[in-house]
């Protein structure tokens, strides 16, 4: 048995790092924020130090707290930022490129007779979302120098020396072979990064070196990319049960099995984690801007913050005829179409700021449920649940309003961490390979359920609406 061990999930707009202890929970935590620049063009980047920087002081100050010893360390990462940087000095040599980055459009549009059999090979379709089209960039427009890769390699480097990545995270670049996770030479070839030194894929649950970044020394052992730790810490470790974090964006993940699954209808298919060389597969819907639809609301005004969701969504019964569809940053999974904007549709002289709020909650539960309908097809049975974590997951009404529409029982983490808490449970399995997965999770329990308070046919209904207002912009 291990003991305490210190994960640290370095995310878009923060890190957050807990030392977690098997028998007595969460002992100590720490968060650090980063700030990453929207630019013009659909450009998001954010500065290579801080994201490092940010894994320090939030790792520092969970252990402060802690007081005691770390056996292991696990770090959970963005999964699709990328820069350029110097092995031989670890100097960053670009820009982080965040993963709503749009820019490599361009690189896709390029590469578009190749868009099927890239998809077939990685279980990706062709999207600037993706690592290898921003590499790709990166190497055109930018510098032939050093290494370019995903922001957790050089994050692991920078504490270990090591040059590795997981092949969870190898799964998001659109440059692995999904079935034998390995790198795939003609992926490579189809984004002319053939000749790239890139980092070695290791399991998920490993040592992979060891750091003295926070003081004593650390082994690292438990790597992966953010939403497969929340889906291992949601105990969604078979087919059947799916969860969907509510962070900056929504992401809803089901898990598959030993055996990728390449389905029509619009998920991706990839790695959940790869433990003691055996590989488990989930398929992956994303919803570009969720907390940051939320913060966009905040911006104008409407709201003072997310904890105004309930009280100024619960002032109206209803949207009053108002749809939202909130793809601030593009239309992600089903439909694949960044280049898309939102719609505010229905509004009138009597349409007030509950309206709005009831709108939002509306048009991202709508695209949290069009994932899950999907995944259902692609599985070929339905999803028995829906676990659910991550700030919005605080606000009931948001809640309420998934399970009406997705007529599922939706069942709110009591793990306010759980990107963390996989990442810790990685770190355990790493340390001590005796240990079963279920042994190295923490305990699961529902904090809320919330059950469909609507019947079929008026979630259907409200559906509908939703699907003409994606519609109407898939059509302009």
Request: charged share 20%.
């Amino acid at each position: 048995m291990t003991g305490p061990v210190l994960a640290v999930d370095q995310g878009t707009s923060g890190t957050k790092a807990l030392v977690v202890c098997p028998e007595r929970g969460v002992l100590g935590t720490g968060f650090a924020a980063v700030r990453p620049r929207p630019l013009p063009g659909g450009r998001v980047e954010a500065d290579p130090e801080e994201l490092y920087a940010s894994v320090l002081e939030a790792g520092r100050a969970a252990l402060a707290e802690a007081d005691e010893d770390v056996a292991a360390m696990g770090l959970a990462n963005q999964g699709e930022t990328v820069l350029a940087w110097d092995p031989a000095t670890g100097r960053p040599l670009t820009a982080a490129l965040v993963w709503q980055d749009r820019r490599a459009e361009t690189v896709c549009a390029g590469l578009g007779d190749a868009a099927d059999e890239l998809r077939q090979l990685t279980g990706l379709p062709l999207d600037p979302y993706f690592a290898a089209p921003k590499m790709a960039w990166i190497r055109r427009h930018l510098t032939r120098e050093g290494v370019v890769t995903t922001s957790d390699a050089w994050l692991v480097h920078r504490l270990t020396g090591a040059f590795v990545t997981d092949a969870a995270t190898a799964g998001r670049t659109q440059l692995l072979d999904l079935d034998g996770a390995h790198w795939s030479a003609r992926a490579l070839e189809a984004y002319g990064l053939l000749g790239e030194r890139l980092p070695e894929i290791t399991d998920n649950a490993q040592p992979v070196g060891t750091t003295r970044a926070f003081g004593p020394e650390i082994p690292v052992t438990g790597l992966i990319v953010d939403q497969q730790a929340a889906l291992l810490a949601q105990r969604i470790t078979g087919p059947g049960g799916a969860k969907c974090t509510y962070g900056t964006g929504a992401f809803l993940l089901a898990h598959t099995g030993g055996t990728p699954r390449r389905g029509d209808s619009g998920l991706v298919s990839c790695v959940a984690w790869r433990l003691a060389g055996d590989t488990a597969y989930c398929l992956d819907g994303q919803v570009y801007t969720a907390a940051s639809a939320v913060r966009w609301l905040t911006d104008l005004g409407v709201i003072s913050s997310a904890a105004d969701l309930d009280p100024v969504g619960g002032s109206v019964p209803d949207s009053g005829g108002v749809t939202f569809v909130p793809a601030l940053a593009g239309l992600a999974a089903p439909w694949w179409r960044g280049d898309l904007r939102g719609s505010l549709t229905g509004l009138g002289l009597d349409t007030g700021p509950g309206h709005l709020v009831r709108a939002l909650c509306e048009g991202l539960a709508a695209q949290v449920t069009e994932l899950a309908r999907a995944a259902t097809t692609d599985l070929g049975t339905p999803l028995d649940t829906l676990r659910v974590d991550g700030g919005l997951t605080r606000s009931a009404l948001l809640m309420q309003t998934q399970a009406d529409l997705l007529q599922r029982p939706v069942e709110v983490s009591a793990l306010p961490d759980a990107t963390a808490l996989g990442a810790a449970a990685l770190a355990r399995l790493g340390a001590d390979p005796a240990l079963s997965v279920a042994d190295a999770l923490p305990g699961w329990r529902p904090a809320a359920v919330y059950e469909p308070r609507v019947p079929a046919d008026v979630a259907a209904e409200r559906l509908a609406g939703f699907r003409t207002a994606v519609a109407a912009l898939l059509g302009s």
